[in-house]
């Protein structure tokens, strides 16, 4: 059997009941086949992929608050330390019901190779907890905050693991987390990232995903004879990443035309107001039916449907294995000509193929919304000068990021003789850079 396929029994048979850290491993590693073929005798002897797939290390641990009611509530909060073989340990806190071990070792195993694409120093890692920040009261929400950093701030610094933003975790979490983090070690540090603008955080951070997303899309499109000029776009997901996804796609000249939530999706004929979606979601916190309600041109439905309306554009940036090979079809049959992931594993394996089999251009997540860590990295640098860089400065290096990252992905899928296979070239590209880092440090 070959060496990527004894891995990956492995890790099947080791972490049962974890279906999307398998997913994630297998993408990574069957991609990888051709690198790891051409150099099997000395990975095998060194175990390089064994290591590569087992965390340095994961805390699981108790969060106990008290909600309005006076009812203690108690959930379960995780940090996995995956690799630093290239720096500290760098990735998101998901706050989210459906959190679970297996979700945040996908999704701390994909940042390994996001945070190498970057270019910048900073290794793989991922947190959360399965609280549910939605129809909580900010008092709540301290309260779970509080807490889980009481725990947490044993494990990470500055220098160690610095974490930040993800799905439910935006401005007022991590401002509740940064103050507990502060209170308890008693060191004023760029320990998270994501911060307010007036205690170390950095300008266009909020914006970076998706803003990333759009520049490394455009950049994709502008190499494959194509653009975002007049292109329909259709989009998922409501929150951070979708939202300034939205606002960049329209500044580049295209149309946005929907934007969903996980109870129902709008399709706008006349475009996303941007400017009335970040009332009703980022202000209001409401669901999008407030949205078609001050929108005549908005029509609401329920459930699932944003891949059904016709697009030159997919940008799925709400979370994982939302596009899968029904909807991958629909695109396909409605001329679709490109994909590109804001989220984290948003495409189903089989749906992947299915795109690439019909030529469709397809960015994967860890390329494609690379944007958001690497601008994470950008507020380290500020944090450790204690500067502040204008809005203007940090944009331009991250657009020249993604730009970089998408000629890296494109060269690196040539150099294996998969010209166009991008998923192929993000791996390929990320894990060099990670395998040359853990080699020369040795067997640790
Ligand atoms: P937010 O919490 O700001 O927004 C998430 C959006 O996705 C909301 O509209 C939410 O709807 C929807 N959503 C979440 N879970 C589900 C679900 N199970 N079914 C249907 N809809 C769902 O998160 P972000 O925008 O920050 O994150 C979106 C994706 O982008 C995630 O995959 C995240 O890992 C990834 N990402 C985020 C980065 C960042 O900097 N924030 C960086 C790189 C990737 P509702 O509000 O109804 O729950
Ligand atoms: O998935 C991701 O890259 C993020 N949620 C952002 C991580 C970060 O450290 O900014």
Not at 187 to 200: F, M
Request: charged share 25%; glycine share 10%; hydrophobic share 40%.
């Amino acid at each position: 059997m070959s060496y990527v396929d004894e891995v990956i029994e492995k890790v099947v048979a080791q972490n049962p009941a974890e279906p999307e850290f398998h997913q994630a491993v297998k993408e990574v590693l069957e991609s990888l086949r051709a690198v790891v073929e051409a150099n099997e005798e000395k990975f095998r002897k060194e175990a390089l992929l064994e290591r590569l797939v087992n965390p340095e290390r994961q805390f699981k641990f108790r969060v106990p608050w008290v909600d309005d009611n006076g009812q203690v509530q108690v959930n379960t909060g995780y940090r996995v330390q995956f690799n630093s073989a290239i720096g500290p340990y760098k990735g998101g806190l998901r706050l989210h019901p459906s959190v679970n071990l297996g979700i945040i070792k996908f999704l701390g195993f994909e940042q390994i190779f996001k945070n190498s694409l970057t270019g910048l120093p900073i290794g793989g890692g991922k947190g959360g907890a399965d609280f549910d920040p939605k129809g909580k009261s900010d008092r709540e929400v301290m309260a779970f905050c509080q807490s889980f950093m009481t725990e947490l701030c044993k494990y990470i610094g500055a220098d160690t693991d610095v974490p930040a933003g993800d799905i439910g975790t935006g401005a007022r979490e991590i401002g509740y987390m940064f103050g507990q983090y502060k209170r308890i070690r008693g060191v004023y540090e760029g320990v998270l990232t994501g911060k307010g603008l007036s205690y170390g955080g950095s300008l266009a951070r909020t914006e970076a995903t998706g803003y990333g997303l759009l520049y490394l899309t455009d950049e994709m499109l502008k190499c494959n004879g194509k653009s975002l000029k007049d292109a329909t776009i259709c989009i998922s997901g409501s929150g951070n990443v979708a939202i300034y996804a939205a606002q960049k796609a329209q500044q580049l000249g295209a149309k946005v035309v929907t934007v969903s939530d996980s109870t129902g999706w709008i399709y706008d004929k006349d475009g996303i107001d941007v400017d009335l979606l970040k009332d009703v979601k980022e202000v209001k916190r409401a669901r999008l039916t407030e949205y078609a309600k001050a929108r005549p041109s908005a029509e609401y439905h329920e459930g699932r449907g944003v891949w059904t309306i016709p697009c030159d554009v997919a940008l799925p940036c709400a979370t994982q294995n939302e596009l899968d090979i029904e909807d991958a079809k629909t695109l396909a049959a409605n001329g679709c000509f490109a994909v590109a992931e804001g989220a984290n594993m948003p495409t189903t394996l089989e749906a992947t193929e299915y795109l690439q089999a019909n030529n469709i251009l397809f960015a994967p997540g860890k390329a494609a919304n690379a944007g958001g860590v690497a601008t994470s990295a950008l507020e380290m640098s500020q944090n450790s000068e204690r500067l502040s860089w204008s809005f203007e400065e940090v944009d331009g290096k991250l657009q020249n990021i993604m730009v970089n990252i998408f000629h890296n992905l494109d060269d690196a899928a040539k150099r294996y003789g998969m010209e166009g296979n991008y998923v192929a070239g993000a791996n390929i590209a990320g894990f060099e850079k990670v395998v040359d880092a853990m080699t020369a440090q040795g067997i640790v």
